[in-house]
T-cell receptor, first 111, second 114 residues
Framework: GENVEQHPSTLSVQEGDSAVIKCTYSDSASNYFPWYKQELGKRPQLIIDIRSNVGEKKDQRIAVTLNKTAKHFSLHITETQPEDSAVYFCAASLNTDKLIFGTGTRLQVFP | KAGVTQTPRYLIKTRGQQVTLSCSPISGHRSVSWYQQTPGQGLQFLFEYFSETQRNKGNFPGRFSGRQFSNSRSEMNVSTLELGDSALYLC?????????????FGPGTRLTVL
């Protein structure tokens, strides 16, 4: 069945450094790839998404890249800040709201 | 616009009982999805509903069921509760039909099975 693998499971960076989280999906037909941020005790919130007809998308300090041939996509956060500390989930779907999530990455940004 | 709401927020049940969770989507959203979140399994898809029809179902046993009403509100039911059903149940709504789009999550219902 569909599967999304996410690495690393934990990531610690110094404030101001960059953070990269990588995901690999199994269903080559997947065409929508969102990233959600979940702070402790809060609900997941979309931070950026990308569709299969685009290779890269950027929104201020956050960017996502997609490699359809390799079936992987990555989240890049530059100039990290303590408020970026959270659990980040990647996901994949095919034309529906059925999201297959990765297992999450706990990002800690130390001041 | 008010966000996605879920009731109740917390629930404690014992094994063998059944439970019904409710989700009210953002006004105008007709698609509602449900997810189970646990520390060990992460976020797992349960169901997706649009216009009162179940469009997708995840790999959960038949004890898990759901429905959507004409006003887009949705409920999910878990019968014969097991200890492993303890989890945070999240629902999410989206405004677009027929294609993947941003999903807006509710605060979740924390279910504890004793």
């Amino acid at each position: 069945g569909e599967n999304v693998e996410q690495h690393p499971s934990t990531l610690s960076v110094q404030e101001g450094d960059s953070a990269v989280i990588k995901c690999t999906y199994s269903d080559s037909a997947s065409n929508y790839f969102p990233w959600y941020k979940q702070e402790l005790g809060k609900r997941p919130q979309l931070i950026i998404d990308i569709r299969s007809n685009v290779g890269e998308k950027k929104d201020q300090r956050i960017a996502v890249t997609l490699n359809k041939t390799a079936k992987h996509f990555s989240l890049h956060i530059t100039e990290t800040q303590p408020e970026d500390s959270a659990v980040y989930f990647c996901a994949a779907s095919l034309n529906t709201d059925k999201l297959i999530f990765g297992t999450g990455t706990r990002l800690q940004v130390f001041p | 616009k008010a966000g996605v709401t879920q009731t109740p927020r917390y629930l404690i049940k014992t094994r063998g009982q059944q439970v019904t969770l409710s989700c009210s989507p953002i006004s105008g959203h007709r698609s509602v999805s449900w997810y189970q979140q646990t520390p060990g399994q992460g976020l797992q898809f349960l169901f997706e509903y649009f216009s009162e029809t179940q469009r997708n179902k995840g790999n959960f046993p038949g004890r898990f069921s759901g429905r959507q009403f004409s006003n887009s509100r949705s409920e999910m039911n878990v019968s014969t509760l097991e200890l492993g059903d303890s989890a945070l149940y999240l629902c999410a709504s989206s405004p677009v039909s027929g294609g993947a789009s941003e999903q807006f999550f509710g605060p979740g219902t924390r279910l504890t099975v004793l």
